[in-house]
């Protein structure tokens, strides 16, 4: 079955820098776009990036030029870099891919951005 698994969540000040790292197994990870979504309390949803099978990534306007999305199709892991990072990023990240129509997450990782 599809498992995501997250880790490298954490707290930081702002300014500061995570890495966040998905895990994947159950599916033949080379050929589906992964993405990383976050939830911050009392809102929604959102999609923070995401990196398609062939290597192209996009950005939630909020974080372009400070995260980094990539995947070692070889290693079935999908990375956000997340630099300069500020309060407002604070958040539950999950990692999420739609397999066979259906939309999988992982567990969740929290990263919290405070001084």
């Known amino acids: 079955q599809v498992q995501l698994v997250e880790s490298g969540g954490g707290s930081v000040q702002p300014g500061g820098s995570l890495r966040l790292s998905c895990a994947a197994s159950?599916?033949?990870?080379?050929?589906?776009?992964m993405g990383w979504y976050r939830q911050a309390p009392g809102k929604q949803r959102e999609l923070v990036a995401a990196?398609?099978?062939?290597?192209?990534?996009r950005y939630a306007d909020s974080v372009k030029g400070r995260f980094t999305i990539s995947r070692d199709n070889a290693k079935n892991t999908v990375l956000l870099q997340m630099n300069s990072l500020r309060s407002e990023d604070t958040a539950i990240y999950y990692c999420?891919?739609?397999?066979?129509?259906?939309?999988?997450w992982g567990q969740g990782t929290q990263v919290t951005v405070s001084s």
């Open positions: 990196i398609t099978y062939g290597g192209s990534p």
């Open positions: 159950g599916f033949t990870f080379r050929v589906y776009t």
């Open positions: 999420n891919t739609n397999y066979q129509l259906t939309d999988y």
